[in-house]
């Protein structure tokens, strides 16, 4: 569904950051809708039907390296026959890893974009 990549082999760049909303997401149980293993974002007003898990955070290990999940901030997301809303190892702190409400002073970009209206 949608994923975001930490550094998956040695030398390629992972995911800096996403941003995710208004979205309606679904499948027929098996995967996550939203995947973060690396990099961190904003995940919002998503509706999430028919998954195994909703939003889930993980690190990928990489030449000795560990890349993971960070500075994730998630809210107004609605859950419909999903498993697991929200997944993630013990290796990620709430309030220091992911936030669980809007992030102070953040604000979506407008649409359509400025810049593809033209001159």
Excluded: C
């Excluded at 949608?2 to 760049?13: I, K, L, P, R």
């Excluded at 890349?67 to 220091?96: L, P």
């Amino acid at each position: 569904m949608v994923d975001a990549h930490g550094q998956v082999t040695s030398g390629e760049t992972g995911t800096r950051a996403i941003e995710v909303y208004n979205n309606t997401i679904w499948d027929y149980g098996n995967g996550q809708a939203v995947s973060i293993r690396g990099g961190g974002g904003v995940i919002f007003n998503n509706t999430i039907r028919n998954m195994r898990y909703g939003i889930d955070l993980t690190s990928e290990y990489v030449d000795n390296v560990t890349y993971r999940a960070h500075d994730v901030w998630m809210w107004g997301n609605t859950y419909e026959n999903v498993s697991t809303e929200f997944y993630t190892s013990g290796f990620f702190q709430e309030g220091v890893d992911y936030f669980f409400f809007k992030n102070p002073g953040y604000e979506p970009y407008p649409y359509p974009h400025p810049l593809t209206l033209g001159s």
